[in-house]
C-alpha cells in the first residue's frame, strides 16, 4: 500500500518544542519531495515547509522561519518537522503530503491522516 503516516503531535506549552514524524511506505521516497501542511479551524491549508529530495533545499512558510527546521532520511523512508518556540497559533492539524514529481515544493494527492498539534499554557 501507498502511505504516510504521520506520528508525534500532542498538547506543548507556548515556548516549547515538538518533533513529528512522517513514515512513507510503497513508494520510492526518495523520488519525491515532502511537505509539511497545517490547517487550523476557520483558516485556509497552510504550507509549512517543504524539503526536496536529497534534503538539501528546503522552503519554509514565513510564520515558522527562523523556529521550524524539515528534514528528511531516506534511508528511514521518513521526514520530520523539528518545531521550537512555539506559539499558541501554531495549533492545527499537520498534514504529511508528498510533493509532485515535477516540483519538490508543490504538493501532490498523497496525503497522511494528520496529528494534532495544540499549544496552550
Do not use: H
Amino acid at each position: 500500500q501507498v502511505q504516510l503516516v504521520e506520528s508525534g503531535g500532542g498538547v506543548v506549552q507556548p515556548g516549547g518544542s515538538l518533533r513529528l514524524s512522517c513514515g512513507a511506505s510503497g513508494f520510492s521516497f526518495s523520488m519525491y519531495g515532502m511537505i509539511w501542511y497545517r490547517q487550523a479551524p476557520g483558516k485556509e491549508r497552510e504550507l509549512v515547509a517543504a524539503v526536496s529530495r536529497v534534503g538539501g533545499t528546503t522552503k519554509y512558510g514565513d510564520s515558522v522561519k527562523g523556529r521550524f527546521t524539515i528534514s528528511r532520511d531516506n534511508a528511514k523512508n521518513t521526514v520530520y518537522l523539528q518545531m521550537n518556540s512555539l506559539k499558541p497559533e501554531d495549533t492545527a492539524i499537520y498534514y504529511c503530503n508528498r510533493a509532485r514529481y515535477d516540483v519538490w515544493f508543490q504538493g501532490g494527492d498523497l496525503w497522511g491522516q494528520g496529528t494534532q498539534v495544540t499549544v496552550s499554557s
